[in-house]
């Protein structure tokens, strides 16, 4: 269960005004890949690509030679909550959409690619606890 910070009443827990964002994946101080992050008609779409060099994946075994991802929350659109999740990577050639209602996942439980929403939140208000769920990962038990 979350105990979210308290917020000016009528506000939404997620501000949904559209932006994107690029940022650079380092591994050792060295580029290596790319996170991005789009906000777009109530659809927070995040991707990643990195691959580390042939050095770094020596020296940290099960480094992969390159991976992709994308994930996809899908907010409601008073932007109080979230309503799908969508995941898929190379690693695992695995595709998961799980739909928030119907796996019987709490309101109040969030995506891990949607944390990145709360960031303004914290920034105002202070820290939050929020239990979080690893969409990579909904077999092995994807609330943490």
Do not use: C, K
């Amino acid at each position: 269960m979350t105990h979210p910070a308290p917020r000016p009443t009528g506000a939404a827990r997620f501000d949904l005004t559209p932006f994107e964002r690029w940022e650079a994946v380092t591994l050792d101080d060295v580029h290596v890949g790319f996170l991005h992050r789009v906000l777009e008609d109530g659809v927070l779409t995040t991707r990643m690509g990195f691959a580390p060099t042939p050095a770094q994946r020596a020296a940290r075994g099960g480094l992969p030679e390159r991976y992709l991802a994308q994930t996809q929350v899908g907010f409601t659109p008073d932007g109080d909550g979230w309503a799908w999740t969508t995941h898929e990577d190379s690693a695992g050639a695995q595709r998961v959409r799980i739909d928030r209602e119907r796996a019987g996942i709490d309101a109040a439980v969030l995506p891990s690619y949607a944390e990145y929403l709360l960031l303004a939140r914290v920034a105002a208000e202070g820290p939050l606890a929020v239990d979080r769920l690893e969409e990579a990962s909904p077999l092995q038990g994807g609330l943490r």
